[in-house]
């Protein structure tokens, strides 16, 4: 349910319809049992009619999306309840509730998932018949959009079920709606379709008016929502399918001429079927297709290699397990892992199996089904972490004294990608949240004002990059698509890298997919090459009156595509840990790039990957093609029930809050106007709108929570945390705490951190009720405190020992002060104190020879070559953090020497290039 922030909503259910869904279910069976009850003690039966016929009118909508359990079984449950059958209503109600909240009918051995509602029609003389599916084979469902009073599409139905084998890999149910707009609720509601048969003769309009179901209609904008008729309407519907849901498999089933529909309907479908064609042939399209996004190469090929009787006489004498079974001291390993982790485990790259650094076999075939499901040109997996990601990027594409724009608060691999990397940085200062001791994300604005002083300097040319973190650690996401477009109306070749490191899962929503470099980068690409934005553009050149650089069109004649995302595959979706990916849209990159980014690779990449966390990524990657939106669609809506249960509790919302839009995202960053994403007055926030207008939006998945009411700080909560309640999380501020539902994450898991803060907030509140007056102001001080943290300093700048040149820019050499700092000679060490802070405002300059990353906000403070600012320095001293890599309390703070800043830079590109040739 999605409600504008000013629409009142009373009770306000789950954010998640399906999620509704089975909570009506329980309280249908709740209800039932309760009317049974009521009948056999002859007490009045009107409350819990009434309530039982409210619930099973609700579910009578929701099921018409759902094959199971399907309209024979509804129609069976309304009749009990006519006929006053209450034992029996309550019996089936309680039996089908459990299949459906359990989803045992997806997964156990029995007749009726793998047949359809409609062969059972004498389930009403079985009534306890038990519905599940073949062992071992996974189930989905079919979607057939058809009119009301379709008799193709019964007789699709039919045709198909009668096609069904015992040696089918897979099985499937087929339900069908009568509307353009019950097709688009359905695929998005019903989250195991993963097949569609079009046909042109059905209606438009749903007749469903269900408020928990028009978000799926909202989340498309009107003006996307086609008015043609016949079999244009498919040709459109198909379009906005796979723009909601790109893996699924689209068929169409007509009787048109043979002129309308060969090389017209688009790439969409992926076949067309006849009215009279045999079903034999679409129930075969149907398991191909599945079987397409099912396959894993690598996987199944590492399967067959450890099945084979194999002699290694070679490296690893862990491989087969056969050093631990063979010894006396190490067996315990081998039980605790078991033995297919090692009969796994090899070094070879022959008998089926592939070469990660030269992928020809079931590792290339697995990288490209890969760029498949992510909507990338070519993916390549990484087995040692987006650290190493980042750096073979960056080194592909980068030549010495390249000047690359960077967001100053990305992680710590693009710093030292950069100094490997010889290029010209220049730091991008994301907006303050002092409040809260964070960074938020970089104004679109600043990223602008950066390239126009380097235009007006006469170095565009010298532009290569631009690399932004998206999303943060803190959830912000930037809109790509903008981003992009507005730097390439400046710099038509600009290359972009985007650092999706906590990103990898949005791709696999509909909502959070254009938030997506990928996605973004297809988009520009097909605008930019359309005929009507050529003529758009051409208009504008003629047009007398000239734009500004920040309003001017792209050049979609000079205009390259060249988009690069990093993302940590193990951080957010399934993965051994280390697993990553590269995603590429790059135009340029097999003239351009290709070369120098498998050199990269080579420089970076082990000779020996580990074939477990590749067969992990092959895997995690069949996954998110197969039930990647049913899982991201779950992991949102247990973040949103976080929120709702955090804000209602009382014992909870005394001492915690959950932040919200409004308190992360500026007001001029939100057009939208989006405060919230759920208020107990107002209900749920309009979170598709913010994401199709607003700067900057907060990643629904990412709850962080105000906790300085508490009165502790964010490392000693937790701490308490995981010492005693076993709740794991890893990054805080001060006064925050960041919680990640994941794909793994389960509503147990909410529920017990539900009850984890209500007993934190008793014991806190049971504390505070016995404690003396000095205590409460002990207590209340310590609030104080965490309210405001110190101000938030932006980058200062570069010594002018460490710039190229005299011009007014602010790029600097990274990788020449890094090395200058190797030798001690160039080092002096000085006190984070307060005298060092009175010489810095007497005038004294201080160079920073080394990488200083406090934690929190855990990215480097201060880099190799930058001046130490009053506000650095002020920072620093009122930091109560632990940790803060790069210093060393008892010897000081790493800076240069007078005499090292007094070298000659003499021509910055030159070293650049002379110490990466001989470092």
Known sequence: MSLSPTTASQQPGPYSAPQLRLDTWNDLQSRCAWLKEFSRENRDLTEPRSLVEQSLNRLVTFESFWAFPGPNRMARLAELLAHGEYADLASETRELARLLVGDAYRRRHTDIATNDDEDHRDERKTPHSKPHTKAGKPYFEVLVVDGVDGYDGEELRDGLRSCRRDSDEFVYSVLSVPSLEDALIAVQFNWT???????????????????ALQRYLDILTPDSMPTCFGLDRSVELAKLIKKLRPEIDLFLVTDAPLDRVAGNLGRNFRRVFYR???????????????????????????????????????????????SMSSGHWAKDLLEFYG??????????????????????GPIKKAQD???????????????????????????????????????????????????????????????????????????????????????????????????????TFDGLTYDPERVMERVLAIKPDMIFLWDEAWFAYARFSPTLRRRTAMDAAARLRRRFRSEEYQTRFAESQESTASASDADALVDPHRVRIRVYATQSTHKTLTSLRQGSMIHVFDEDFEQKAADSFHEA????????????????????????????????????????????????????????????????????????????????????????RAYRMDEFTL?????????????????????????????????????????????????????????????????????????????????????????EGPPLPNFSRFHAAFKPDDAPTPEGDLRRAYFL???????????????????????????????????????????????????????????????????????????????????????????ATATRMNP
């Open 193 to 211: 379709i993963q097949t569609v048969f079009l046909r042109y003769n059905y209606a438009f309009r749903t007749e469903h008016k269900d408020p």
């Open 276 to 322: 009279l064609e045999q079903h034999m042939e679409q129930h075969l399209s149907i398991l191909k297709g599945i079987r397409s996004r099912f396959e894993a190469p690598f996987f199944d090929a590492l399967r067959k290699y450890s099945a084979k009787p194999t002699g290694v006489f070679h490296a690893l004498p862990i491989a087969r397990g056969k």
């Open 339 to 360: 033995p297919n982790i090692f009969m796994a485990e090899t070094s070879a790259t022959s008998g089926g199996l592939d070469s990660l650094l030269q992928p020809r």
């Open 369 to 471: 089904n890969t760029a498949r499901a992510f909507g990338a040109r070519q993916s390549f997996f990484v087995t040692n972490g987006t650290s190493t990601a980042n750096k073979i990027v960056s080194e592909a594409m980068i030549q010495p004294g390249d000047i690359v724009l960077v967001d100053r608060d990305c992680h710590k691999s693009h710093h030292y990608a950069l100094v490997l990397a010889g290029a010209m940085t220049v730091y991008l200062d994301s907006y303050a949240l002092p409040q809260y001791s964070m960074y938020g994300a970089v104004p679109l604005e600043e990223i602008e004002r950066q390239l126009l002083d380097l235009k007006a300097n006469g170095k565009l040319d010298q532009v290569k990059m631009l690399i932004l973190t998206n999303c």
């Open 601 to 688: 690779f080579m420089t970076h990449t082990s000779t020996s990957p580990n074939y477990q966390i590749v067969a992990s990524l092959d895997v995690g990657r069949r996954q998110v093609e197969l039930e990647g939106f049913e899982m991201v669609e779950q992991t949102i809506g247990l973040a949103m029930t976080l929120r709702q249960r955090i804000s209602e509790h009382p014992d909870i919302a005394r001492f915690f809050t959950v932040l919200r839009p409004e308190d992360m995202i500026p007001a001029e960053h939100r057009p939208s106007g989006l405060s919230f994403y759920y208020d107990q007055e107002h209900g749920w926030g309009q979170l598709d």
């Open 699 to 787: 990643d629904p998945t990412r709850v962080t929570l105000y906790i300085g009411a508490t009165g502790m700080d964010g490392d000693t909560f937790r701490h308490l945390l995981m010492d005693k309640y076993d709740i794991q999380i890893n990054k805080t501020s001060r006064n925050t705490a960041l919680f990640m539902p994941n794909i793994g994450t389960t509503r147990g898991d909410i529920a017990y951190l539900v009850e984890t803060l209500v007993e934190i907030s008793l014991d806190i509140a049971d504390r505070l009720s016995v404690e003396s007056d000095s205590g409460l102001a002990r207590h209340s001080a310590r609030v104080d405190s965490l309210i």
């Open 821 to 911: 700092a190797y030798d001690e000679d160039n080092i002096d060490l000085i006190g984070l104190d307060h005298s060092t802070l009175n010489r810095i405002e007497n005038g004294h300059e201080y160079v920073s020879a080394a990488f200083v990353t406090p934690y929190p906000p855990g990215f480097p403070i201060l880099v190799p070559g930058q001046v130490v600012s009053h506000e650095i320095l002020s920072y620093l001293l009122a930091l109560d953090v632990k940790e803060i890599h790069g210093y060393d309390p008892v010897k000081g703070l790493r800076v240069f020497t007078p005499q090292a800043l007094e070298q000659s830079p003499s021509n910055t590109r030159m070293n």
